[in-house]
């Protein structure tokens, strides 16, 4: 019971934070989308171990298939975010089998890179992709044919949440099951995960698929909703945050990418409304302190101060 | 056949700047395992530095140069102290946020100092002037900047193969407990390595200013082509370092003579090829 304490508390508190800030509700959907896209790099690198900085280029890639989608073949939001799904799982796959053959610094660039090749090719691609200017005239039917997309964002609201709850559970369960332990065990050590005769080799593979496919989720999500796809989509910085904000939570936990997102997005939304100059200050300080403080992530720190409240010696060695 | 010489004297030139920066990030990260993303910050903090002494303070171009050059190896060291010693015991990816994290608050440093404008630095006359090669003319600094690059790798070489240094440094390396039981002071040794780092990103900084303009995004702007020049050369590989930064140098340079349209597509897919089949890079250890 305890597992599943946390994250329905967290649900219950996007649905409190709907009703309690109605006008921030563009945010607040900008922040459930993001989540999407930080657990699946939790999958990849939390639970796989695999380093990735090119997050963005499943995110990308589910971003401009949803929004070509809508456009030329249906409107419909559920049918866009599979097609976003499979978009995002193909380029996972195609570059996955390349990427897992590699390992440390070489699989990092080659995600940068696989995610820098594609931002150029939809910036050349003008006529498609619409290039600089992004792809526009995106037009959404209502969700299941009910909820229609609002000005005001209620319905993208709604609809992003319950894509999160969906995820979330889904990766819950993955994590969990034989093939998420399997991770775990490659994650660690990867020799003995090979000796007891595991296909290390195609277990990365398919979690690199899964998390691609994920990403393209949150970008397909993120297209539909803000009816605009743009080449900020493939953009190194949105993986390098991704990664910052996972690491910022705590990696190798779901809970972990929904705080870290939650803390860096709403630190940001703050700091650099004041003062869009000199957030870094905020942003950066508040990276060192985690890391050399608390280098589990904010998860640990519950854990941490019940230590200190308890006493004894134990304090000293957490 | 111009085209060919006008191709090769760019992207030399051009490769030499990324070697500059790039080697000191491969002794960070290959000799000290430490995946140092605010290298760049260092070549940021040495063109500022540059940028102020001449345009604020007056001074000549070889006086800013070296004021810099010494300004950036003394902010270099206190940092090495206070953070990094700590950095090089982390893992992985808290290397890669503790790093990211002090980038932020260089850039941020910087430009609540400069703004955020261009950092413009003045080449003396003497470099400025253009020089005939028969087939074009070239500005000198850009003969400079090979000239420069060459007189690098060489001090490199001998730095860390024909000096006691060197040996220290390399014991230290494959294995500190044992270098240390040896009498060997690995802090030291880390410390006045970190510095040499911090002076050759400055180096390259200043040097580079006209291909790579400094500006306080200039650390992030650039990492991922400082990164990609240490993953093809082979991390700790001197000698990598600089094939990997004059190959991809020309390259690059080829590719934005030839195919304009298709030179960045060009470019990462070589990156791609190369690193798939040379997964440790070009001089790369396993």
């Known amino acids: ?318 | 056949m111009g085209l060919f010489l006008n191709i090769v004297i760019d992207g030399t030139a051009y490769g030499m700047i990324l070697f500059m920066i790039a080697v000191g990030l491969s002794v960070t990260m290959g000799l000290m395992r430490v995946v140092n993303l605010a290298h760049g910050a260092f070549a940021l903090v040495g063109g500022a530095l540059a940028h102020w002494f001449q345009q604020d303070l007056g001074t000549g171009f070889g006086i800013a140069l070296v004021a810099a050059i010494a300004g950036t190896v003394i902010l270099a060291l206190p940092l090495e102290l206070v953070l990094y010693r700590r950095i090089y015991r982390m893992g992985e990816l808290q290397q890669v946020l503790a790093t990211i994290g002090l980038t932020f608050l260089f850039i941020a440093t910087i430009n609540l100092w400069q703004g955020s404008a261009l950092l413009v630095i003045e080449f003396p006359q003497a470099l400025r002037m253009p020089v005939d090669l028969g087939f074009r003319t070239l500005p000198a600094h850009r003969l400079a900047v090979i000239g420069l690059g060459f007189a690098i790798i060489l001090f490199l070489w001998w730095l860390l193969d024909r000096t006691r240094f060197g040996v220290r440094l390399r014991a230290s390396v494959d294995n500190r407990d044992i270098a240390a039981a040896h009498g060997i002071n690995t802090d030291m040794v880390y410390l006045a390595t970190f510095g040499l780092g911090a002076a050759l990103a400055a180096i390259g900084g200043i040097m580079g200013s006209e291909l790579l303009p400094i500006e306080a995004y200039y650390p992030l702007r650039y990492m991922v082509l400082f990164l990609i020049v240490v993953a093809v050369g082979g991390m700790g590989s001197i000698l990598g370092s600089f094939l990997a930064a004059l190959g991809l140098g020309i390259l690059e340079t080829a590719a934005r003579y030839l195919l304009p349209d298709a030179a960045t597509i060009s470019f990462f897919a070589i990156v791609i090829l190369l690193l798939t089949l040379r997964p440790n890079g070009l001089m790369g250890r396993v």
């Open chain 1, 1 to 318: 019971m305890r597992d599943h304490l946390v994250p329905i508390v967290m649900g219950l508190v996007a649905v409190g934070l709907f009703f309690a800030f109605p006008y921030d509700l563009a945010f607040l959907t900008r922040v459930l989308v993001t989540i999407v896209l930080v657990l699946s790099v939790d999958l990849v690198l939390g639970y796989a171990g695999i380093p990735t900085l090119g997050q963005a280029a499943m995110f990308g890639t589910g971003a401009y298939a949803a929004g070509l989608f809508a456009i030329h073949v249906w409107g419909d939001p559920l049918a866009g975010l599979v097609v976003g799904a499979v978009a995002g799982a193909a380029i996972a796959l195609v570059s996955g089998l390349v990427l897992m053959r590699t390992r440390g610094l070489t699989v990092i660039m080659l995600t940068i890179a696989v995610a820098a090749i594609l931002h150029e090719i939809a910036n050349r691609a003008r006529d498609l992709t619409g290039g600089a200017d992004g792809l526009r005239g995106i037009r959404m039917q209502p969700v299941l044919g009910l909820w229609e997309f609002d000005f005001i964002g209620r319905t993208g609201y709604w609809y992003a949440l319950v894509v999160v709850i969906v995820v979330y559970v889904g990766l819950s369960i993955l994590t969990r099951s034989s093939f998420g332990l399997g991770l775990r065990g490659i994650h660690d050590s990867p020799e003995r995960m090979r000796a007891i005769g595991a296909p290390v080799y195609w277990r990365l593979v398919t979690a690199y698929t899964i998390g691609g496919g994920i990403a393209g989720i949150a970008g397909a999500l993120n297209a539909q909703i803000t009816q605009l796809v743009s080449l900020e989509g493939f953009a190194f910085s949105l993986s390098a945050e991704a990664l910052i904000m996972l690491i910022l939570g705590g990696t190798g936990r779901l809970v972990g990418a929904v705080i870290g997102v939650a803390l860096f997005m709403t630190v940001h939304h703050f700091a650099a409304a004041n003062d869009p100059f000199n957030w870094l200050f905020v942003i950066g300080a508040m990276v060192l302190v985690v890391v050399f403080f608390l280098p589990q992530g904010i998860i640990s720190l519950p854990g941490i101060l019940l230590r200190h409240l308890r006493g004894g010696r134990d304090a000293d060695r957490a």
